[in-house]
Protein backbone atom coordinates (compact mmCIF):
# COMPACT_ATOMS: atom_id res chain seq x y z
CA UNK A 1 0.00 0.00 0.00
CA UNK A 2 1.07 3.66 -0.96
CA UNK A 3 1.75 6.46 1.60
CA UNK A 4 -0.68 8.01 -0.38
CA UNK A 5 -3.37 5.56 0.45
CA UNK A 6 -1.96 4.77 4.32
CA UNK A 7 -3.02 8.95 4.72
CA UNK A 8 -6.08 8.98 2.38
CA UNK A 9 -8.53 9.22 5.18
CA UNK A 10 -6.53 11.14 7.23
CA UNK A 11 -6.41 14.02 4.41
CA UNK A 12 -8.21 17.35 5.23
CA UNK A 13 -8.72 18.86 1.93
CA UNK A 14 -10.31 21.74 3.09
CA UNK A 15 -7.52 22.71 5.35
CA UNK A 16 -6.88 26.64 5.55
CA UNK A 17 -3.27 27.71 7.21
CA UNK A 18 -4.78 30.69 8.74
CA UNK A 19 -7.50 28.53 10.98
CA UNK A 20 -4.87 26.35 12.02
CA UNK A 21 -5.12 27.49 15.07
CA UNK A 22 -8.25 28.82 15.54
CA UNK A 23 -11.26 26.65 17.16
CA UNK A 24 -10.95 22.72 17.59
CA UNK A 25 -7.06 21.41 16.96
CA UNK A 26 -7.59 18.92 14.35
CA UNK A 27 -4.75 16.34 13.46
CA UNK A 28 -4.20 13.97 10.20
CA UNK A 29 -2.52 15.75 6.82
CA UNK A 30 -3.21 18.48 4.27
CA UNK A 31 -1.26 19.99 1.46
CA UNK A 32 0.79 23.37 1.19
CA UNK A 33 2.73 24.89 -1.10
CA UNK A 34 5.91 25.62 0.35
CA UNK A 35 7.97 28.49 -1.11
CA UNK A 36 11.41 28.20 -0.02
CA UNK A 37 14.78 30.24 -1.91
CA UNK A 38 12.49 31.48 -4.44
CA UNK A 39 11.12 27.94 -5.55
CA UNK A 40 7.47 26.54 -5.04
CA UNK A 41 6.97 23.33 -4.11
CA UNK A 42 3.87 20.72 -2.98
CA UNK A 43 4.24 19.60 1.04
CA UNK A 44 2.79 17.54 3.05
CA UNK A 45 1.84 19.42 6.39
CA UNK A 46 1.05 16.98 9.31
CA UNK A 47 -0.81 17.98 12.09
CA UNK A 48 -0.37 16.64 15.61
CA UNK A 49 -2.20 17.13 19.15
CA UNK A 50 0.89 19.17 19.81
CA UNK A 51 2.96 20.15 16.57
CA UNK A 52 2.86 20.94 12.96
CA UNK A 53 5.44 20.32 10.31
CA UNK A 54 5.64 20.42 6.81
CA UNK A 55 7.91 17.96 4.30
CA UNK A 56 8.34 18.91 0.72
CA UNK A 57 7.59 16.03 -1.33
CA UNK A 58 9.56 14.17 -3.69
CA UNK A 59 10.54 15.52 -6.56
CA UNK A 60 8.40 13.15 -8.55
CA UNK A 61 5.43 13.93 -6.77
CA UNK A 62 5.92 17.75 -7.25
CA UNK A 63 2.59 18.89 -9.89
CA UNK A 64 3.71 21.68 -12.70
CA UNK A 65 5.20 24.70 -11.47
CA UNK A 66 3.32 26.62 -13.52
CA UNK A 67 0.04 25.05 -11.41
CA UNK A 68 2.19 25.72 -8.03
CA UNK A 69 3.06 29.81 -8.85
CA UNK A 70 -0.26 30.10 -9.99
CA UNK A 71 -1.80 28.92 -6.34
CA UNK A 72 1.03 31.36 -4.83
CA UNK A 73 -0.52 34.40 -7.03
CA UNK A 74 -4.22 33.95 -6.34
CA UNK A 75 -3.31 34.35 -2.77
CA UNK A 76 -1.06 37.22 -3.25
CA UNK A 77 2.02 35.39 -2.28
CA UNK A 78 5.80 36.11 -4.36
CA UNK A 79 8.35 34.11 -5.07
CA UNK A 80 11.16 36.58 -3.04
CA UNK A 81 9.76 35.52 0.24
CA UNK A 82 10.06 32.08 1.93
CA UNK A 83 5.97 30.96 3.05
CA UNK A 84 3.37 28.70 3.27
CA UNK A 85 0.11 28.95 1.03
CA UNK A 86 -2.97 27.16 0.65
CA UNK A 87 -3.26 24.51 -2.16
CA UNK A 88 -5.79 25.41 -4.75
CA UNK A 89 -8.80 23.72 -6.79
CA UNK A 90 -6.67 22.54 -9.25
CA UNK A 91 -3.42 21.54 -6.89
CA UNK A 92 -6.18 19.49 -5.11
CA UNK A 93 -7.99 17.61 -8.16
CA UNK A 94 -3.98 16.59 -9.27
CA UNK A 95 -3.48 15.21 -5.86
CA UNK A 96 -7.04 13.42 -6.22
CA UNK A 97 -6.28 12.02 -9.23
CA UNK A 98 -2.66 11.11 -9.40
CA UNK A 99 -2.32 9.61 -5.80
CA UNK A 100 -5.57 9.00 -4.74
CA UNK A 101 -8.02 7.71 -6.95
CA UNK A 102 -9.43 4.15 -6.18
CA UNK A 103 -9.96 1.70 -8.62
CA UNK A 104 -7.71 0.85 -11.86
CA UNK A 105 -4.12 2.11 -12.15
CA UNK A 106 -1.09 2.18 -9.89
CA UNK A 107 0.05 4.59 -7.86
CA UNK A 108 3.34 5.65 -7.48
CA UNK A 109 5.23 5.63 -4.69
Known sequence: MSFFQEIKESVHWDFRLEDEFKGQRRQGYAFVVDVSDRVPRL????????????????????????????????????????????????????????????GGGALPN
Request: proline content about 3%; aromatic content about 8%; some cysteine.
Open 43 to 102: AIYMMKERLSKTQTMQQKHQPPQEMLLKAVEEQGGNMKTDCLYNINGEIKHWLEENFFRT
